[in-house]
């Protein structure tokens, strides 16, 4: 409302930061979806889509082009994953 001041939060540095989704996840497990993803929502960020499946998982991983990091970061998700198998089947 005019001449009302805003609440302290909506200018605290952190809750500015908040708001700016770098990463943008979400899960997506359904037997009819077999093609899907979705964009970065800020320029410098990533879409990462995942599906659990039975026995493996699938991920989309989306950003512009002109960030250049899509490919390690696939490799290192990859890397990471393998790792927690290893982990589980040494058990």
């Known amino acids: 409302q005019d001449g009302e001041e805003a609440p ?3 200018s605290d540095p952190v809750f500015q ?3 700016r989704w770098r990463s943008s996840t979400s899960q997506l497990t359904h037997p009819r979806f077999n093609l899907w993803g979705y964009g970065e929502v800020v320029p410098d960020g990533v879409g990462l889509a995942y599906a659990v499946l039975p ?3 699938v991920f989309n991983i989306t950003a512009l082009k002109s960030t250049g990091w899509t490919d390690q970061l696939a490799e290192l ?3 990471a994953l393998l ?3 290893q982990l589980l089947e040494s058990e």
């Open 55 to 57: 026995n493996s998982c």
């Open 83 to 85: 790792e927690m198998r």
């Open 8 to 10: 302290a939060l909506y």
């Open 17 to 19: 930061r908040s708001k």
């Open 77 to 79: 998700l990859e890397e």
